[in-house]
């Protein structure tokens, strides 16, 4: 079975600086796509970013961007210019075909002004 | 764009009664659809694949006599938590996509519920 993992619970940034959320994956498949969430105090589920594995160019949106490393199962998302509205909890998440999403179990990030 | 829409998003019931809760695709047709649960501060934890006009499929541990699934349409899901029990109580989110490998999936606003 797919497994995503964060294994960093929290972490916090300064406005404006850059923050980089890790996340690893394991799967068997060849072909398969990755995202990242956010999840506000709402509770509202926002994409952020998503990359398809056959694609060796790192997808970006903005502000934000991957390093997807597949040999290494690895997607980590980095935020550029962090700004307050950046707060929130994010979730990798791992589809394999199925338009099931496997989630890690997220990490809090906090932007201090 | 596409949305998703969730009702009730809090609802509050007394414990042994039954509460349905709706998913919709609002621009687009869904043959499948998703149910998730989430404990406070934690993760989502997927409860059931809903698919329109068969059973849905349920992940090991989930009860499917007590989260009733019903996918009657290509645009409506319900999830009917039945002899509802206070530790049923928690944040019940559907998803759902067009339908295509890789598409967006989108997410409806989720629904509270309290058992009381």
């Known amino acids: 079975a797919q497994t995503v993992t964060q294994s960093q619970p929290e972490m916090s940034v300064q406005e404006a600086e850059t923050v980089t959320l890790s996340c690893t994956y394991d799967?068997?498949?060849?072909?398969?796509?990755l995202f990242w969430y956010k999840q506000p105090p709402s509770r509202q589920m926002i994409l952020v970013i998503r990359?398809?594995?056959?694609?060796?160019q790192n997808a970006t949106e903005n502000r934000f961007s991957v390093n997807f490393q597949k040999a290494a199962k690895s997607f980590s998302l980095k935020i550029s210019d962090s700004q307050l509205g950046d707060a929130a909890m994010y979730f990798c998440a791992y589809e394999g075909g199925s338009e099931k999403l496997v989630f890690g179990k997220g990490m809090k990030l906090t932007v201090n002004p | 764009g596409a949305v998703v829409s969730q009702h009730p998003s809090r609802v509050i019931c007394k414990s042994g009664t039954s509460v349905k809760i709706e998913c919709r695709s609002l621009d687009f047709q869904a043959t499948t659809m998703f149910w998730y649960r989430q404990f406070p501060k934690q993760s989502l934890m997927l409860m059931a694949t809903s698919n329109e006009g068969s059973k849905a499929t349920y992940e090991q541990g989930v009860e499917k006599d007590k989260f009733l699934i019903n996918h009657a349409s290509l645009t409506l899901s319900t999830l009917t938590v039945t002899s509802a029990h206070p530790e049923d109580s928690s944040f019940y989110i559907c998803?759902?996509?067009?339908?295509?490998?890789?598409?967006?999936?989108?997410f409806g606003e989720g629904s509270w519920l309290t058992v009381v």
């Open positions: 998803s759902a996509s067009p339908g295509v490998y890789g598409n967006t999936i989108y």
């Open positions: 990359q398809e594995a056959y694609k060796q």
């Open positions: 799967t068997s498949e060849s072909d398969y796509y």
